[in-house]
């Protein structure tokens, strides 16, 4: 293998290890500005960089150490033409080559360090027409700057915010008090005290699968620069959060129950009427168990955002939304409320969610792989299973907006 050829297998090797290590410095400072834990799907990527640059560091540590050798060999090469030329002491006349061999035969020894070549050279390119890079762009190879610009929020605020429990099975119950015992008090002495009888109903649960696949050609996978494997399977598995998510707003959405409005002047006392109304709602139907969250779509924002800027806690009565904090997942508080948004929603949607009256599940079996050597492809798929379950539609409540 050439000197060039190493340079540039040793360049894009390089670049490729700096690209996963900016792959997941950006997975981590996600990770950090959400103030979160990494998440499955970015810990799965993060594994699969980790192993990729150990992979090419164990390429690039025997090819550095060979082209370290031969430039130490090319320096001492040069040092004795140089020694040689100077005892001769020949100086070059006026140029003119009678083949293309001798030209060539010049090239070479001006690399080593020949002195007469590189006069000689020096005074024929001097009459010589100028080369640019507009002259020969076959040569010049295609700069890809990573990483690949792909505007996905694989996030998952609503799914986050409720919590997510291992999937038991593709299909269970959901055991459920219907009726309650009865205690009262006791009219008499030795009168009989009140009784009733304890009922738990079921709520049936039924696991989707969601996934999706690419077959890919192997010469996309070898020649690909960014790996284009890598580029394939996080994007198959943010399809599949949007996926995931979109199931759980739907659900949420589809069992709500209807609450207050807020009218045409959406006041800062309007906006934290009606959303302790709805807080009063939701406590009353599951009996203050769980967390209190709005959840809101983004153009939602636009509406109680406006009206509850960061300030001290003088007037308005709330810390605020912070618009630096754009992005799905906890925005900010209203009235010690968090407020937490999802591209999930449908526009103008604001709901005031117990997290005690819904429940998702999910088994996520990731990506997989299978080989096809008679056409020579990679199929790749990305699956998981997936639940999201309502216990309680009183405690989902949607106010409406003006």
């Known amino acids: 293998m050439s000197s060039r050829a190493t340079d540039t297998l040793l360049a894009r090797l390089a670049g490729e290890v700096e690209e996963r290590q900016t792959m997941m ?224 707003a739907t659900d949420l959405l589809d069992n709500a129950t209807s609450g207050p409005t807020i009218g045409a002047n959406p006041t800062p006392e309007a906006i934290l009427g009606a959303m302790w109304a709805a807080a009063g709602a939701a406590f009353a139907a599951t009996q203050g168990q769980g967390r209190l969250v709005a959840v809101c779509s983004p153009d939602a924002l636009g509406v109680i955002g406006q009206v509850f800027p960061p300030l001290p806690p003088t007037s308005p009565p709330t810390s605020g939304l912070q618009p630096g904090d754009f992005g799905s997942g906890v925005m900010g508080q209203v009235g010690g409320i968090p407020v937490v948004m999802s591209a999930a929603l449908p526009d103008s949607t604001l709901l005031l969610v117990s997290t ?15 080989v096809e050597p008679s056409v020579l492809g990679v199929q790749v798929a990305y699956a998981g299973y997936f639940a999201v379950v309502t216990i309680e539609d009183g405690a989902v409540i949607q106010v409406t907006l003006p």
Do not use: C
């Not at 010469?219 to 620069?225: A, F, G």
């Open 356 to 370: 005690a009256a819904a429940e998702v599940y999910e088994d996520r079996i990731g990506a997989l792989q299978v």
């Open 25 to 248: 410095d950006g997975l981590v400072e996600s990770a950090q500005r959400e103030k979160r834990d990494l998440t499955e799907q970015e810990m799965e990527l993060v594994t699969r960089a980790r192993d990729r640059i150990q992979e090419l560091e164990g390429q690039m540590g025997p090819l550095a150490e060979a082209r370290e050798i031969a430039s130490k060999s090319g320096d001492r090469l040069a040092q004795i033409a140089r020694f040689i030329q100077e005892r001769e002491g020949e100086k070059p006349r006026e140029v003119e080559y009678r083949s293309a061999g001798a030209y060539v035969m010049d090239r070479w020894q001006a690399g080593l360090g020949h002195q007469t070549a590189v006069q000689r050279l020096d005074l024929y390119h001097r009459a010589a027409a100028h080369q640019t890079t507009g002259d020969n762009p076959g040569l010049i190879p295609e700069a890809i700057l990573g990483p690949v610009i792909n505007f996905v929020d694989a996030s998952r605020p609503l799914v986050t915010v409720l919590g997510v429990r291992q999937l038991p099975a593709g299909s269970w119950q959901r055991p459920r008090v219907t009726q309650h015992t009865q205690v009262g008090e006791q009219t008499s002495e030795k009168s009989e005290l009140v009784s009733r009888k304890m009922v738990i109903g079921k709520i049936p649960v039924n696991a989707v699968t969601y996934g999706g696949y690419v077959n890919v050609s192997r010469q996309n996978i070898d020649w690909s620069q960014p790996a284009i494997m890598d580029i394939i399977i996080g994007d198959l598995a943010a399809q599949y959060a949007l996926e995931t998510e979109q199931a759980a």
